[in-house]
């Protein structure tokens, strides 16, 4: 039986705004290294195909990532669109021949082996998975002025993460949809495949420690993570 081809997309085209400095995030040092490499570097040694880098500094990345590193799974390096959800998009007419994608964001360095296999695992049977932890806070959501409205049980609530996992066909046709009808408030892939009912979506339990570098604070959280598992 040959094996079906699974691809990651790696997004890499945020701006970084919260961060306060003077690059993109998505290059800032962590550890010595830039913070995109250590997603690349998970998959480089994951089962995963090939990877799709998403990326408006493809020149950059290629020689200060890829081939300073020797990250090989790397087969193409696509730009990003106005949105997030246009650089997905971008990644996705790009994949060839794939049954699978995981869709991750480049600024969650904490990615571990654990957390792919998972993925790729529970994709393969439910079609379409997110990585994400419960949350351990009370959660209140606000009214227009900043009341609290209601409280959702917390047991049900769940903080997502990336990568998301999806079959190749059926994230296509979602994504397609999305770029006809330009929906508001579109913030990730789950709610792309929700938002024109194409699959329920199943929640897997990934890691507090896949953090999504947003402001300085995250950077010395990371920074003490990967130390806890000795990544390169």
């Known amino acids: 039986m040959q094996k079906e081809k699974i691809t990651a997309i790696v997004l890499a085209g945020g701006s970084g705004k919260r961060m306060r400095a003077g690059c993109k995030k998505q290059y800032m040092e962590l550890g010595g290294k830039p913070i995109l490499f250590y997603s690349l570097k998970a998959f480089e040694e994951s089962e ?14 290629k020689k200060n990532i890829l081939q300073k590193y020797g990250l090989n799974k790397v087969s193409r390096i696509v730009p990003g669109g106005a949105e997030r959800y246009h650089s997905v ?11 699978y994608v995981l869709i991750h964001d480049g600024a969650r360095p904490c990615l571990t082996q654990e957390i792919i296999k998972a993925a790729v695992e529970s994709v393969k049977q439910y079609h379409a998975c997110v990585i994400g932890m419960p949350v351990k806070d009370t959660i209140k959501i606000a009214d227009s002025g900043n009341f609290a409205a209601n409280t959702p049980d917390r047991e049900r609530v769940w903080q997502i993460q990336t990568p998301q996992a999806f079959s190749y066909p059926m994230i296509l046709k979602a ?21 024109g009912n194409f699959a329920k979506v ?12 947003t402001t300085p604070e995250d950077l010395q959280l990371a920074e003490l993570f990967l130390k806890e598992t000795n990544f390169p």
């Not at 998009?89 to 049954?99: A, D, E, P, Q, R």
């Open 89 to 99: 998009y971008n990644g996705l007419i790009s994949v060839t021949g794939s049954s």
């Open 48 to 61: 995963v195909d090939d990877i799709i880098l998403v990326t408006n500094e493809a020149e950059y990345c």
């Open 175 to 195: 994504y397609q949809k999305i770029i006809e009808e330009s929906p508001k408030g579109i913030t990730d892939d789950a709610m792309v495949v929700e938002y």
């Open 202 to 213: 199943k929640l897997i339990q990934g890691s507090y420690q896949n953090i999504k570098i």
